[in-house]
């Protein structure tokens, strides 16, 4: 069996995949799932991210298994940069790419990429407090789970556990808006995922992808960027029908 490997994104880490895990689990209880984390974040928080979106490559896949040859790769954000330059860089690794709210410079301005209002609101949040923070990154990537208490006390847990320093944070939003992506897609089945109404990035970057790559769009009608999180059983159910039960 093929492993999954799922990618996160800014101030992101494998726990913060938790939603989705479970529900691909359900779906299919021997899927072999790994969630390596980049520089910066998880348990590697203490170490300083790259300001460039290649250099985090090969800390990341020096947590893979051993033996393995190929994988599905599954990402997020800044996480489908890191997919996609690895699925250039290594195809005969790549089985299938699914980028999921993604954006790349090539294809998209800056002001599509990134909702400097949502942003700020976001980083606003930092002098008030861990818990403010975390709030309201969840207010403004996953909307419908506003007020969720009990998530919001796993993010604390992971954040506590894991500090995202704010040096990190800022490296890796310097490495996402440099990245430019590919002209030509991957040699490797590839769809895009978007969000129509994702709060934090615009839909029409991941749009923008797909149409200049010629690959496959699938949009869910949602809010939020954390489409894993927001629509963890409908995205895994799709995943699994597209690539997962075939390869």
């Known amino acids: 069996m093929v492993p999954i490997v799922l990618l996160r994104g800014l101030l992101r880490e494998s726990?913060?995949?938790?939603?989705?895990?479970?529900?691909?689990?359900?779906?299919?209880s021997q899927l072999v799932i790994v969630t390596p984390n980049v520089a910066g974040n998880g348990e590697l928080y203490e170490q300083e991210s790259?300001?460039?979106?290649?250099?985090?490559?090969?800390?990341?896949m020096s947590?893979?298994?051993?033996?393995?040859?190929?994988?599905?790769?599954?990402?997020?954000?800044?996480?489908?940069?890191?997919?996609?330059?690895?699925?250039?860089?290594?195809?005969?690794?790549?089985?299938?790419?699914?980028?999921?709210?993604?954006?790349?410079?090539?294809?998209?301005?800056f002001w599509q990429r990134?909702?400097?209002?949502?942003?700020?609101?976001?980083?606003?949040?930092?002098?008030r407090g861990k818990r403010a923070f975390q709030e309201q990154i969840l207010n403004v990537t996953c909307p419908t789970h506003q007020g969720d208490?009990?998530?919001?006390?796993?993010?604390?847990?992971?954040?506590?556990?894991?500090?995202?320093?704010?040096?990190?944070?800022?490296?890796?939003?310097?490495a996402a808006a440099k990245f430019k992506g590919f002209d030509t897609p991957p040699n490797c089945i590839t769809q895009v995922i978007v969000s129509s109404d994702d709060q934090l990035v615009s839909c029409e970057c991941g749009k923008a992808i797909a149409n200049h790559w010629g690959v496959e769009l699938k949009q869910f009608e949602s809010d939020a960027h954390d489409l894993p999180l927001a629509q963890s059983k409908a995205l895994a159910t799709h995943l699994y029908d597209w690539c997962l039960d075939k390869r």
């Open 63 to 109: 947590q893979l298994p051993k033996g393995c040859e190929r994988y599905h790769l599954i990402a997020i954000s800044m996480g489908s940069m890191l997919a996609s330059h690895w699925a250039k860089a290594y195809p005969e690794q790549v089985a299938s790419l699914t980028l999921i709210n993604p954006s790349f410079a090539r294809f998209s301005p």
């Open 149 to 174: 208490s009990s998530l919001l006390n796993y993010h604390l847990e992971l954040a506590s556990l894991h500090p995202v320093s704010l040096q990190n944070a800022l490296r890796q939003l310097v």
């Open 15 to 28: 726990g913060h995949w938790k939603a989705l895990i479970e529900e691909l689990k359900a779906v299919d």
């Open 50 to 60: 790259p300001t460039r979106i290649e250099s985090m490559l090969p800390q990341v």
């Open 114 to 127: 990134i909702n400097l209002l949502a942003l700020g609101s976001i980083l606003s949040r930092r002098v």
